[in-house]
C-alpha cells in the first residue's frame, strides 16, 4: 500500500513538470494583406492647360460683367489677376483654382445688387 500511494503522489509532480517543461508556443499575427497600389491618373498638360485657359475666360467675364453693374469685389479683382499670372507661368491647377474663385466672387458681387444696401 505504501508503494502505490508513493505513486499517487510522483504521478501529478510528473505530469506539472512536464507541462512547465514544454516551451512556450509563440503565436505569430497573421500576415498583413499586402496593400493595394493605387496610382493616381495622370491628367493630360495640354488637357488641363486649355481647362485653366476656358475657366480664366469665363472668369474675366463674370469680372467684366460685375465691373459694369459696379458690384466687383476686390478680392474678385486680385484672384483674376492672380490666375492670369498663373496661367502665364503654366501653373496650371493654380489658375483654375483662383479662376473659378474669381468667377465665383464675381457672381456674388452680382447677386448682392438684389438685396437693399441700407435696412
Known sequence: MLETSRLCWVLPVVVAAGCA??????????????????I???????RQAEEAKALLAQAETDVQRARAKRALWLKAWEDLVAAR?????????????HAKHASELAQLGLEQLAYPAVK
Open 21 to 38: 517543461a514544454t516551451e512556450p508556443q509563440v503565436v505569430q499575427p497573421p500576415a498583413a494583406a499586402p496593400q493595394p497600389v493605387v
Open 85 to 97: 499670372q498663373a496661367v502665364a507661368a503654366g501653373k496650371h491647377d493654380s489658375a483654375i483654382r
Open 40 to 46: 493616381a491618373p495622370v491628367r493630360d498638360e495640354a
